[in-house]
């Protein structure tokens, strides 16, 4: 492949964007902004005018919306030979998708149709001279890898990684492109398609998060935090110990095996910072650490730190919040 414009692979499933899709779409305007190339968006599937437009307000410069009647339900043979068809004509600089399931099972073929490897699980990328740098994590996030990459290579991206209000507003061309696909090629009978187990609580989508980590001591002490939480409108979490523990469900574990966040401010009380923990939250635009030791791990992350005990520091910040509202 020649060295074109980023195309990032947008993931839509029943007519409804994969909220990932906007932060792989960032990390392609930052990629293309870095190689000095502009960055182009694919949109797959049948019947799909209505989200190609929608994905055209965004700063990008064409959207491709890649319908056939084929595509109309989700199979890895009918992706791969559709964006094969769309890679071989567009001839993109490199290939970016954002790091769901549903790639996960595609991408890695598609890569190979062009004798290419898939890095996946990106976290952050450098580019020049038409090559990039990618780096992953290894080990639970103990370590980060980079890998070189030429023109053509293809990458997915970690939830969290790149922020999705980064994209501008703008005005882009959607170029409709009509794969040829043989019904033949679609050799599994799809099923219904893998659900991720359901959330009564989707941290992802919080604004403010509070995390309570080992420091609070004991369960009984959880409503210290949990009306901090509460004053800002914030939604509760925690790091590992405290859900294996049981003192709040595991929907509400933050880090490498609970869920990966991003919010506006991650306020995390009583947290040491163990690397388990900070690839879940290291995304957040502004980080706030409460601890009483100074050189916990976690201040080396954190935006604004307060070293003290939390139990005199949080019910402190309830009450100036309380009073704010009431003022």
Not at 281 to 298: F, H, L, Q, R, Y
Not at 302 to 323: H, N, R, S, T
Request: charged fraction near 20%.
């Amino acid at each position: 492949m020649s060295a074109g414009n980023v195309l990032v692979v947008l993931e839509q499933q029943g007519g409804k964007w994969h909220r990932m899709s906007w932060e792989a779409l960032a990390a392609g305007a930052e990629l293309a902004s870095k190689l000095g190339v502009g960055v182009d968006a694919a949109v797959v599937g049948k019947g799909i005018a209505g989200l190609a437009a929608e994905a055209a307000q965004k700063s990008i410069g064409k959207v491709y919306a890649v319908d056939h009647d084929l595509l109309e339900n989700y199979s890895a043979d009918g992706y791969t030979a559709a964006l094969e068809q769309l890679i071989r004509q567009t001839q993109p600089a490199f290939v970016l998708f954002p790091h769901t399931y549903q790639v996960r099972d595609f991408a890695p073929k598609l890569a190979t149709r062009f004798g290419r490897v898939l890095v996946s699980d990106v976290v952050s990328a450098e580019a020049g001279n038409g090559s990039a740098t990618f780096v992953r994590q290894l080990f639970q996030g103990k370590l980060n890898a980079n890998f070189a990459a030429s023109a053509g290579t293809f990458a997915s991206i970690q939830a969290g990684a790149f922020r999705a209000e980064s994209l501008g507003a703008g005005t882009a061309e959607v170029v409709n492109f009509a794969p040829s696909i043989d019904a033949s090629a679609i050799r599994i009978k799809a099923e219904a398609p893998f659900r991720e187990s359901s959330r009564a609580v989707d941290l992802t989508a919080a604004d403010i998060i509070v995390s309570v980590g080992r420091g609070i001591k004991e369960q009984d002490n959880i409503p210290v935090v949990e009306e901090l939480a509460e004053v800002l409108g914030a939604e509760l979490a925690a790091s590992r110990p405290i859900c294996d523990a049981g003192w709040l469900p595991m929907e509400r574990q933050v880090g490498s095996s609970g869920q990966t966040v991003s919010p506006k401010v991650y306020i995390a009380v009583g947290i040491s910072g163990a690397i388990q923990h900070l690839v879940g939250m290291k995304g957040s635009k502004a980080i706030v650490a409460i601890n009483k030791d100074e050189n916990a791990p976690i201040f080396e992350v954190a935006d604004y730190g307060i070293v003290g005990d939390l139990f005199e520091v949080v019910p402190a910040l309830v009450a100036e919040v309380k009073k704010a509202k009431v003022s």
